[in-house]
């Protein structure tokens, strides 16, 4: 895994806490972080990687982006 896509996936990570606050917002950045550590050695990143996209273009609440 490049760089560039190391960085994606941290992004991804920190976004989605604001993205899905509570629970779900926590579990689904572990597993990025957990993911970008080591977890990409284990093969069948796609959907992960459709995870970091989802995450990245999804817009924040208004509230939440001011």
């Known amino acids: 895994m490049d760089h560039h896509e190391k960085m994606r996936l941290r992004a991804a990570a920190f ?8 629970p779900v917002g926590e579990l689904l950045s572990r597993e990025l972080l957990t993911w970008e550590e080591f977890g990409y050695r284990l093969g069948g990143g796609q959907l ?3 995870l970091v996209d989802h995450v990245l ?7 939440e982006a001011a």
């Open 48 to 50: 992960v990687m459709r």
């Open 57 to 63: 273009k999804t817009p924040l609440a208004q509230t």
């Open 15 to 22: 976004r989605v806490t604001r993205l899905y606050p509570g």
